[in-house]
């Protein structure tokens, strides 16, 4: 089932490759940041500073990969990471 969502989303992202991703930038922007706000209120010791360079890391991945005009699969897969990676890190600095 969820294989299928995910290959619906990748062939609607192919059809709107430059609109899609110009608008994910944004949220995935956001996010990023909210991330690496929380990461940093909770000190800035070695274990802080690995969570940060990840979400840095994959934020700025995929806005290299927007604008290097990738292939649009491969622009989808790091969105999906990206935002991932900087949810997961904002749950885990939440507590």
């Not at 209120?41 to 940060?52: C, E, S, V």
């Not at 994959?58 to 991932?84: E, G, H, R, Y």
Request: proline share 2%; glycine share 4%; charged share 5%.
């Amino acid at each position: 089932m969820s294989m299928s969502i995910y290959k619906k989303w990748t062939e609607e992202f192919k059809n709107g490759v430059i609109g899609y991703s110009s608008i994910a930038i944004i949220p995935q922007s956001c996010l990023g940041s909210i991330a690496a706000m929380f990461i940093l209120m909770n000190g800035n010791n070695f274990a802080q500073m690995i969570q940060l360079f990840l979400v840095v890391v994959a934020c700025m991945t995929f806005n290299a990969a927007v604008l290097s005009q990738q292939k649009p699969k491969m622009i989808f897969n790091l969105f999906i990471i990206s935002i991932v990676t900087s949810i997961v890190l904002t749950i885990i600095n939440l507590f």
